[in-house]
């Protein structure tokens, strides 16, 4: 049976054009050129043959979305957007493929009011495989872009507010919960929203006492090759793997910051319908997707399209992951699968 292929993007303000925006598209012809730029990263993923289940961040409009899917062939979708007037609040979107997933359903999200941003987004999936269910978790917490202190402090806050909402949906799911949880949190793993009190997220998975999350991005915030590597390669060195997810820079310096991360609960470690492989864990790399600065390092490629040129595609790297299916896995899903079954027949199941 196929590993499933698993993958988180943040798309970087795929917006509706708007002339008085810079970070819009400036016309409906960047804005298709954006859309299926991010569709061609997609399809290019796991060796061309693209994620059975994505995650993405940083979505505007309905239409983009469904288009979104339609180029990826990826038909069954949860989308959550914002629906303020402000309009350079985003939503969040699950995309699958139908010949793997039986059905996805919304469990809840955080905010619950549509008028707000989407912090997460719960979905409850389905394999077509006809497995125990298991919950993805999409994220895109709220920003750090400096905007003064008070507002720095302000969106602290409410990364932490995000965190302690998570954790309690875990921690009341029940601890027979598989759960992927992905996205841009823009907090590192060693920040105070994934400590104790908060996500409860940690370096190691053994031991993973539920509801705490096993976080793989700890080892992107090494250096990706050995010193000696580095400097036998001089000038010509090209590092083997991200040190960032992001293109981010303080003052015109750039700086390295994991930001895009992925977590599991224990029985998406052992036990549950499916298994982490945690040596696929990556982000993805390519000539569209980002650039070598000088000293070697990785970093995204930001999309352009200046003179009707396609260059880059978002300021973030895509993550990515693959997962063994287990379908002897039997055990329920806690208070939540009752949820998703009631959430399913209230939208007709798909």
């Not at 990364?159 to 598989?178: V, Y």
Request: net charge neutral; charged share 25%; with cysteine.
């Amino acid at each position: 049976m196929p590993d499933l292929k698993i993958a988180f993007g943040n798309v970087n303000n795929l917006f509706e054009p708007r002339r008085d925006d810079p970070r819009a598209p400036a016309s409906v012809g960047e804005r298709d050129a954006k859309v299926a730029r991010i569709a061609q990263v997609l399809k290019s993923l796991f060796g061309g043959e693209g994620p059975d289940l994505v995650g993405l961040a940083e979505i505007h409009s309905d239409g983009i979305v469904k288009e979104l899917a339609r180029q990826l062939a990826m038909p069954l979708l949860v989308w959550q957007p914002c629906r303020n007037s402000d309009y350079a609040l985003t939503g969040l979107a699950i995309l699958a493929r139908k010949e793997r997933f039986a059905s996805l359903d919304l469990v809840t999200q955080y905010p619950q009011s549509s008028f707000y941003r989407p912090r997460y987004i719960v979905v409850r999936c389905v394999l077509a495989e006809g497995s125990e269910p298991f919950f993805f978790v999409v994220n895109h917490w709220r920003s750090r872009i400096p905007v003064g202190q008070s507002k720095a402090a302000e969106a602290e806050t409410d990364r932490r507010h995000t965190a302690q909402a998570l954790a309690t949906w875990l921690a009341e799911n029940g601890a027979d919960t598989c759960a992927i949880v992905v996205g841009d949190f823009n907090a590192e793993p060693f920040e105070a929203p994934f400590g104790e009190g908060d996500l409860s997220a940690t370096r190691y998975f053994r031991p993973l006492v539920y509801p705490r999350l096993y976080n793989t991005a700890w080892r992107f915030l090494t250096e990706p090759d050995y010193c000696e590597v580095s400097v036998a390669h001089g000038k010509q060195y090209r590092a083997s793997r991200a040190r960032t997810t992001l293109d981010y820079y303080d003052k015109e310096r750039p700086v390295s910051v994991v930001f895009d991360q992925l977590l599991v609960t224990a029985r998406a470690i052992a036990g549950g319908p499916i298994l982490l492989q945690e040596g696929t864990v990556d982000y993805a790399f390519d000539d569209i997707i980002g650039h070598h600065l000088p000293d070697g390092d990785r970093r995204p490629s930001r999309w352009s399209f200046i003179g009707g040129v396609a260059r880059g595609a978002s300021d973030h790297f895509p993550l990515t992951a693959k997962f063994l299916v287990h379908i002897e896995a039997n055990h329920g899903q806690g208070r939540a699968e009752e949820e998703g079954r009631g959430a399913a027949e209230g939208r007709g199941g798909r």
